[in-house]
T-cell receptor
């Protein structure tokens, strides 16, 4: 158990809908990272927050947004969903903001868009 | 293209044998990490090797790093059925806006 929790574990929704994925980092970790994993694209970094502020952006679509709250939990919002958004979404956390440090991954949320 | 590209292989070995997988990258790095992922689950950090290190051990794991060739290898000795997983390397090279770039992974199956 990494100490990172994600909810829900599974999500099935229809195209055009909007969903929110939630992540709680390990106790004491200030950074939260979001990743998308699909068979064709592999593991893609989406976005990072550090202590409530956006720190780095990766391959995140404009239809996606995220935020980190004062209690350090984070939410990833996916809107106008398309079939191609079906994937595993992982949250990871780390203590600091150092580039390339060890990250602790949650169990993921499997999103299926029908 | 993506940093941290493993050799695209699916490895099937007998329990007790050694498993080796490779990773190459394109730009300078500060460190390289290896992660393991069991089917459909979160990634688990295995080992981190810094750019000034050539070899590192952790239990049955041995990682080498050759910065001149921009490559790394992960060796799992005396494999066990529980080692069946996908293994990813990840580099911290700044590529676009990515903070940590993962390769596509090597699938290893250890047959009991």
């Amino acid at each position: 158990d990494s100490g990172v929790t994600q909810t829900p574990k599974h999500l099935i929704t229809a195209t055009g809908q909007r969903v929110t994925l939630r992540c709680s980092p390990r106790s004491g970790d200030l950074s939260v990272y979001w990743y998308q994993q699909s068979l064709d694209q592999g593991l893609q970094f989406l976005i990072q927050y550090y202590n409530g502020e956006e720190r780095a952006k990766g391959n995140i679509l404009e239809r996606f947004s995220a935020q980190q709250f004062p209690d350090l939990h984070s939410e990833l919002n996916l809107s106008s969903l398309e079939l191609g958004d079906s994937a595993l979404y992982f949250c990871a956390s780390s203590v600091g903001d150092s580039l390339g440090g060890e990250q602790y991954f949650g169990p993921g949320t499997r999103l299926t868009v029908t | 293209s993506q940093q941290g590209e493993e050799d695209p292989q699916a490895l099937s070995i007998q329990e007790g044998e050694n498993a080796t997988m490779n990773c190459s990258y394109k730009t300078s790095i500060n460190n390289l990490q290896w992660y393991r992922q069991n089917s459909g689950r979160g990634l688990v950090h295995l080992i981190l090797i810094r750019s000034n290190e050539r070899e590192k051990h952790s239990g049955r794991l041995r990682v080498t790093l050759d910065t001149s060739k921009k490559s790394s290898s992960l060796l799992i000795t005396a494999s066990r059925a529980a080692d069946t997983a996908s293994y990813f390397c990840a580099t911290d090279a700044y590529y676009g806006n990515n903070r940590l770039a993962f390769g596509k992974g090597n699938q290893v199956v250890v047959i009991p």
